[in-house]
């Protein structure tokens, strides 16, 4: 009865390995799978063409423009905001997550060994801490954000967004 805070600091644990296991499972799909695989880890910013997509995405969610451009993959503004958030928002947490765990774990535990130099870099246990907190509500908003857009991606455009994520085939309407 008293040991609440104890099974959900575990579980956080849990979560924390699962999710950084299945990161790496990303990354190696990254590695391994089609061009779609890939473009959530490699923003081509060098590319006139996509900085011109991201241009034109932009205004279409401004509602400066009446028709988006078609992408088979995602578009340029969800690829930046894939990779900013997700792609660099779960190394911030994996990398913030096991530090705090390794100095929970102490002085040469696998943890300390791999992360331990995070505390020191960030100046102190704390403002890690707080990374770690920021880390967690820039990706909770970041995930609110873009299941709203989605949804209004499938309604007000002409692509089949939330049907390709079910079933992996996009569609345009006409």
Do not use: C
């Not at 849990?14 to 790496?24: D, P, R």
């Amino acid at each position: 009865d008293h040991y609440v805070m104890g099974w959900i600091r575990f579980l956080h644990f849990v979560a924390a390995y699962v999710f950084a296991i299945g990161f790496l499972g990303r990354l190696y799909w990254a590695m391994v799978g089609n061009q779609f695989a890939r473009e959530l880890f490699v923003v081509p910013v060098w590319n006139k063409t996509w900085l011109m997509g991201l241009i034109d995405v932009i205004k279409w969610y401004t509602f400066l423009k009446k028709e988006p451009g078609k992408h088979l993959g995602h578009n340029p503004l969800a690829q930046f905001a894939m990779f900013t958030m997700f792609v660099l928002g779960s190394v911030l947490m994996i990398v913030t997550g096991f530090a705090l765990y390794g100095e929970g774990t102490g002085p040469g535990s696998w943890a300390d060994t791999v992360f331990g130099w995070v505390i020191p870099l960030f100046g102190q246990s704390l403002d890690v801490h707080l990374l770690h907190r920021l880390g967690f509500w820039l990706i909770l908003w970041f995930v609110m954000v873009h299941v709203y857009l989605a949804i209004r991606e499938d309604i007000m455009s002409r692509q089949t967004t939330i049907s390709t994520m079910v079933n992996g085939w996009r569609f345009f309407k006409k």
